[in-house]
């Protein structure tokens, strides 16, 4: 199976731009490179912060833009977002019980469970899994099928990353989804979104990735508190397969426009500029 993981789109209004930059004019981008070059996908998957006041011409917008993309869409909650604005125009998304936007999709190469991490009640944009949303989890870790791979999406990592602002808002408690999982079944990947940055690594024996954004990005810097300093780094889309034996992430620099040559190109090989 393979899917596309895009992350805080950060939509605004049609024709307005946010720090500098217009996310419908990127997120196109991203879609017709999609189209063109990955028509075997299982889905598109954005992993929250869909837009950045939360409002309903953005959502509008955003609708808009992704009504071009061939492959079908999971879409998530992030800490910008408000459901009920994001439920006007994309009233087909699933729900759960309680109303988050959260599920679990059985695949035959791999389960797919997404968590709703949204606290709207937060002003620090924290995010938080309450009690119907660690028991949303456990059913579904619980339930999933043993046979294949689980990939668990959030929006907000439960781990510090040392973007120390970052690490102020990052999810609020860690340790009550850490115990669902330590008690039902590990997540063969954890995929999230909210840095901004492409980070790897492993949490509690869990692998894990945290997608670039689409939009604006936050600058590598492990020095800065109090404020989260911004960047206008390139974004990338990541293309995940999920075989057998391996599950592999690339990155693709939809927005790159410079050279592109063979390495086995003599001409190229010596040029001195192109
Ligand atoms: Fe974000």
Redesign the pocket.
Same mark, same amino acid.
């Given at each position: 199976m393979k899917f596309v993981v895009l992350?805080?789109t #950060?939509f605004v209004a049609r024709g307005r731009r946010i720090y500098g930059l217009d996310p419908a004019e990127r997120l196109s981008a991203a879609v017709a490179r999609i189209n063109r070059e990955h028509p075997d996908i299982a889905f598109v998957i954005v992993t929250?912060?869909l837009a950045?006041w939360g409002e309903e011409p953005a959502y509008d917008n955003l609708a808009s833009v992704l009504a071009g993309l061939r492959a079908p869409t999971m879409l998530m909650m *992030?800490? #910008?977002d408000k459901r009920e604005a994001f439920a006007k125009f994309f009233p087909g998304v699933p729900r759960d019980a309680n109303g988050f936007v959260q599920t679990m999709q059985v695949f035959e190469a791999a389960t797919i469970v997404t968590l709703d991490t949204l606290n709207e009640a937060a002003p620090d944009h924290s995010g938080l899994l309450c009690d119907a949303r660690l028991a949303f989890l456990e059913h579904a870790l619980a339930e999933a099928p043993a046979d294949r791979p689980l990939l668990l999406f959030q929006?907000h990592p439960p781990f510090d990353t040392g973007l120390r602002y970052m690490d102020t808002i990052r999810l609020a408690n860690p340790d009550a989804e850490w115990e669902v999982i330590a008690r039902t079944r590990t997540p063969d990947y954890l995929f999230m *979104?909210?840095?901004?940055r492409p980070i790897s690594g492993v949490w509690r024996g869990i692998p894990y990735h945290i997608q670039r *954004?689409l939009?604006h990005q936050v600058a590598f810097d492990l020095v800065a508190e109090g404020h989260i300093p911004g960047s206008h780094e390139p974004p990338d889309y990541a293309h995940v397969s999920v075989e057998a034996d391996r599950i592999v992430i690339h990155q693709c620099s939809f927005m790159y426009d410079g050279p592109l040559f063979s390495l086995h190109d003599s001409v190229a090989l010596h040029r001195v500029s192109f």
């Open positions: 992350t805080d #950060h929250g912060d950045h *992030g800490n #910008h929006h *979104g909210h840095l901004h *954004g939009a």
